[in-house]
């Protein structure tokens, strides 16, 4: 299996517009940080989690031609405004499945009404296939995918278990139960904000807490703010087996 991170930024990325903060102005690439989005290769399919406002970018910069499918982890627009860029993979490949609560669905035919039209629908946008999941195991072109549950703060996301590997982002809390499922794994991909608390995701201290308790073998943090700081300096303080992620970051199972 092999993960690629395709962004590891918040809702506005990094650098921010207008910003003056020394990590906006940085020259470091591992600094400069697209809309949270990570691509798995796995049994010669490709899934991608989450389309946001930089999909076509980061499309572009890894020259991907075909998408075997989508899962969605929320509505929130950072995760979900690149829809219409599935456009190119529809018109080449047809099909494009796409993984989503119904909660996200309705949102979504809310938002992107024009592409959820069951008459007079606009020409020329991708005709998406929908399969909605609850909080069960289900399958995703041949590939079993553990939903997991968490809260956002406000509302409900979903993160993803495949195999080993687990990717969880916009997490602020996680019920036991749920926490059941992150267990044994070999990498865990986790949102991590910045130090100071936020009332909708975890901050530094929360996260290490939760890799404490969930003991992954290998964890890398994401939908990572400015605030925290220069990503090489903050990586030479972190524990043993717990980096921070970057744009572009290859991971291989």
Same mark, same amino acid.
Do not use: W
């Given at each position: 299996?092999?993960?690629?991170? %395709?962004?590891?930024?918040?809702?506005?990325?990094?650098?921010?517009?207008?910003?003056?903060?020394?990590?906006?102005?940085?020259?470091?690439?591992?600094?400069?940080?697209?809309?949270?989005?990570?691509?798995?290769? *796995?049994?010669?399919?490709?899934?991608? =989690? #989450?389309?946001?406002?930089?999909?076509?970018?980061?499309?572009?910069?890894?020259?991907?031609?075909?998408?075997?499918? $989508?899962?969605?982890?929320?509505?929130?627009?950072?995760? +979900?405004?690149? !829809?219409?860029?599935?456009?190119?993979?529809?018109?080449?490949?047809? &099909?494009?499945?796409?993984?989503? +609560?119904?909660?996200?669905?309705?949102?979504?035919?809310?938002?992107?009404?024009?592409?959820?039209? +069951?008459?007079?629908?606009?020409?020329?946008?991708?005709?998406?296939? $929908?399969?909605?999941?609850?909080?069960?195991?289900?399958?995703?072109?041949?590939?079993? =995918?553990?939903?997991?549950?968490?809260?956002?703060?406000?509302?409900? /996301?979903?993160?993803?278990?495949? &195999?080993?590997?687990?990717?969880?982002?916009?997490?602020?809390?996680?019920?036991?139960?749920?926490?059941?499922?992150?267990?044994?794994?070999?990498?865990? /991909?986790?949102?991590? %904000?910045?130090?100071?608390?936020?009332?909708?995701?975890?901050?530094?201290?929360?996260? !290490?807490?939760? $890799?404490?308790? %969930?003991?992954?073998?290998?964890?890398?943090?994401?939908? =990572?703010?400015?605030?925290?700081?220069?990503?090489?300096?903050?990586?030479?303080?972190?524990?043993?087996? $717990?980096? !921070?992620? *970057? #744009?572009?970051?290859?991971?291989? %199972?």
């Amino acid at each position: 299996m092999k993960i690629t991170i %395709l962004g590891t930024g918040t809702s506005q990325g990094i650098p921010v517009i207008g910003s003056d903060h020394p990590v906006c102005k940085s020259t470091d690439s591992k600094d400069k940080r697209l809309r949270v989005s990570a691509m798995i290769e *796995y049994k010669d399919k490709r899934l991608v =989690i #989450d389309c946001g406002p930089d999909f076509r970018q980061q499309m572009l910069r890894h020259d991907v031609s075909h998408l075997d499918g $989508v899962l969605f982890t929320h509505e929130h627009a950072d995760h +979900t405004a690149g !829809l219409d860029d599935l456009r190119p993979f529809f018109f080449r490949q047809g &099909e494009i499945n796409c993984h989503m +609560t119904s909660r996200v669905h309705k949102a979504l035919q809310e938002r992107f009404s024009y592409m959820f039209a +069951t008459v007079n629908k606009y020409p020329g946008v991708a005709d998406l296939t $929908v399969h909605e999941f609850e909080n069960d195991s289900f399958m995703a072109s041949g590939i079993k =995918i553990i939903p997991v549950l968490a809260d956002h703060g406000f509302i409900p /996301v979903h993160g993803f278990r495949i &195999e080993d590997f687990a990717y969880m982002t916009d997490v602020k809390t996680i019920s036991t139960s749920e926490k059941q499922k992150l267990k044994n794994l070999d990498v865990l /991909v986790l949102n991590m %904000l910045r130090e100071q608390e936020h009332h909708t995701h975890l901050n530094l201290e929360e996260a !290490l807490e939760l $890799v404490r308790e %969930l003991q992954p073998q290998r964890t890398y943090f994401t939908h =990572i703010s400015h605030h925290l700081g220069f990503h090489e300096e903050v990586e030479k303080n972190l524990p043993e087996g $717990v980096f !921070l992620a *970057y #744009d572009n970051l290859e991971i291989n %199972l």
